[in-house]
Nanobody
Framework: QVQLVESGGGLVQAGGSLRLSCAAS????????MGWFRQAPGKDRVFVAR????????YYADSVKGRFTISRDNAKNTVYLQMNSLKPEDTAVYYC????????????WGQGTQVTVSS
């Protein structure tokens, strides 16, 4: 089993910053990648960012490129999402997810953390 626990959400004014963390535990050694997704009220969950665990290569949704940065700390088994220049449209519940077993998709999800950006 794999457990993912997000933290770091909150309320911030437009233009501000937040850093989300996702601590992974359990059978994570075989992961291929970890990702961040978000779900705004009344909308589908959408991709935000991804990091390949071994190479560190990153991918971003167009809506967050240049503002968000995904990173990982292997020693802490944690993935981060640094969010800068936040906009009201970034308001959502943010989820981290793990691609375990590798290449099978995001089978493990955290409980989510709320990010609210006020205008």
């Amino acid at each position: 089993q794999v457990q993912l626990v997000e933290s770091g959400g909150g309320l911030v004014q437009a233009g501000g910053s937040l850093r989300l963390s996702c601590a992974a535990s359990g059978r994570t050694f075989s992961r291929n990648a970890m990702g961040w997704f978000r779900q705004a009220p009344g909308k589908d969950r959408v991709f935000v960012a991804r990091i390949n665990w071994s190479s560190g290569r990153t991918y971003y949704a167009d809506s967050v490129k240049g503002r968000f940065t995904i990173s990982r700390d292997n020693a802490k088994n944690t993935v981060y999402l640094q969010m800068n220049s936040l906009k009201p449209e970034d308001t959502a519940v943010y989820y981290c997810a793990a691609d375990i077993p590798p290449g099978t998709g995001y089978n493990y999800w955290g409980q989510g953390t709320q990010v609210t950006v006020s205008s």
